[in-house]
């Protein structure tokens, strides 16, 4: 589903979380959800923040393999610590649903040569990689890092995670890489329990566990450490800052077959 107004009234995943990680682009409904999310689960913004700062070494642990071309899954507003800010040099497609992340993201990415935004419902394969911007900027022929971050766990199983991924790996050159943070109960089982406790009315997220999404990943290989918090996955000294005592949260870098060479683990 796409949203296409803008609708103060609803709290929006991309707007909460935008004001989780201390952004401006979010309204009185959002804040106020995201306040019920830190009461119920105060690890919830350091997770995010975390994540985040995951994705980033992610991206360059893509960089450092060759990897040089993003598609951001679920982007949200592509704000401060993007990949098109992590990797400028590199061809960024940014994909959001929702109204305010796709809109502020075009104006936001338009002055980039090689970064834009599709607005677009990720569960649909098909539709994000024929879109033009994906066309014009990725080269599909040569490999891609898949990021889905802080998305998949807002699929449902009726949406079948594993083959909208499948849709992805499948169709792009061997060696491309998928990047993961998920919702976990298995860290901080009580804090997970609160936090779906404060979302009465949302859509409540699925919290898997690492073995079962590892395995519907088959015929990925995960890049060492493999699923772990996103504050222990290759910490660098940035991340002290952001370890999470009690995460909501896996990380995880995977890649297709068919490369000639391993990722340094
Ligand atoms: C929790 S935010 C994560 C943002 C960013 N990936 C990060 O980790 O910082 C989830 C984002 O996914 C978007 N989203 C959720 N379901 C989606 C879908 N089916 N298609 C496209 N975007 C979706 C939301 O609008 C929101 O911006």
């Not at 923040?49 to 982007?75: K, P, W, Y």
């Not at 935004?117 to 394969?125: C, E, K, L, Q, S």
């Amino acid at each position: 589903m796409i949203t296409r107004t803008l609708d103060l009234d609803r709290p929006s995943d991309a707007r909460v979380h935008d004001y989780l990680l201390g952004g401006g682009s979010n309204f009185a409904a959002d804040r106020a959800l995201a306040r019920r999310i830190l009461a119920a689960a105060p690890s919830a913004r350091l997770d995010a923040l975390a994540n985040r700062d995951c994705l980033r070494r992610m991206i360059r642990t893509c960089l450092e393999h060759g990897v040089d071309q993003f598609l951001d899954l679920g982007s949200g507003i592509p704000t401060a610590g993007g990949p098109h800010e992590i990797a400028p040099d590199s061809p960024v497609v940014c994909v959001d649903n929702e109204h305010l992340a796709a809109t502020q993201g075009e104006l936001l990415l338009s002055g980039s040569g090689n970064a834009a935004m599709v607005h677009a419902d990720v569960r649909d394969p098909n539709a994000v990689l024929a879109a033009e911007p994906t066309r014009r900027l990725l080269d599909l022929d040569r490999p891609v890092a898949v990021l889905l971050f802080g998305v998949a766990h807002l699929f449902g199983e009726h949406h079948h995670p594993a083959e909208v991924i499948r849709g992805y790996t499948g169709a792009l050159a061997p060696g491309s890489f998928l990047a993961l943070s998920h919702l976990t109960d298995e860290f901080a089982p009580q804090q997970a329990r609160d936090l779906l406790a404060a979302l009465p009315g949302c859509p409540p997220p699925a919290l898997r566990d690492r073995a079962s999404l590892m395995s519907s990943l088959e015929g990925l290989e995960a890049v060492d450490p493999g699923a772990v918090p996103a504050s222990d996955w290759r910490p660098d000294a940035t991340s002290e800052d952001l370890r999470v005592t009690e995460p909501l949260s896996f990380a995880l870098l995977a890649r297709t077959p068919g490369r000639p060479n391993s990722p340094g683990s």
